[in-house]
């Protein structure tokens, strides 16, 4: 909740590190004061993210406005099932890592793959 993340560095200030962990606001986080992220799509993205991360963090919100809006189509699917299991398909499919996943997690829903397929296209992940 990025109002209550607000709220929280206003009240603590420098007396509590605040890192985000939710993709989708964490540059507005970091742009408020956070120290950072917990990212899932890091895992897909990581050189975006973390340059996305150092501009936030330095407060150029034009630098990180633009490579947030590169990676706004992954950090909504990579949630369209349980995390991790899209992820672990992104990486898949970048021919990262081997397919499969461990019980209890399931494969991604054949429905998905054209969504995060058109995502990591968008992040130029593909």
């Given at each position: 909740n990025l109002s209550r993340g607000r709220e929280i560095l206003e009240r603590?200030?420098?007396?509590?590190?605040?890192?985000?962990?939710?993709?989708a606001t964490a540059m507005e986080l970091m742009l408020s004061?956070?120290?950072?992220?917990?990212?899932?799509?890091?895992?897909?993205?990581?050189?975006?993210?973390?340059?996305m991360c150092a501009a936030a963090l330095a407060g150029d919100r034009a630098k990180a406005a633009a490579i947030n809006d590169r990676l706004a189509g992954l950090h909504?699917?990579?949630?369209?099932?349980?995390?991790?299991?899209?992820?672990?398909?992104?990486?898949?499919e970048m021919g990262l890592?081997?397919?499969?996943?461990?019980?209890p997690l399931t494969l991604l829903s054949e429905r998905y793959h054209d969504t995060l397929?058109?995502?990591?296209?968008?992040?130029?992940i593909n």
């Amino acid at each position: 909740n990025l109002s209550r993340g607000r709220e929280i560095l206003e009240r603590c200030g420098d007396r509590l590190d605040v890192y985000g962990g939710d993709d989708a606001t964490a540059m507005e986080l970091m742009l408020s004061g956070a120290k950072g992220v917990i990212s899932v799509t890091a895992n897909a993205a990581p050189r975006a993210m973390y340059e996305m991360c150092a501009a936030a963090l330095a407060g150029d919100r034009a630098k990180a406005a633009a490579i947030n809006d590169r990676l706004a189509g992954l950090h909504e699917t990579l949630f369209v099932e349980a995390n991790p299991i899209p992820v672990k398909w992104v990486l898949y499919e970048m021919g990262l890592i081997e397919p499969g996943i461990r019980l209890p997690l399931t494969l991604l829903s054949e429905r998905y793959h054209d969504t995060l397929r058109r995502a990591m296209k968008q992040a130029g992940i593909n």
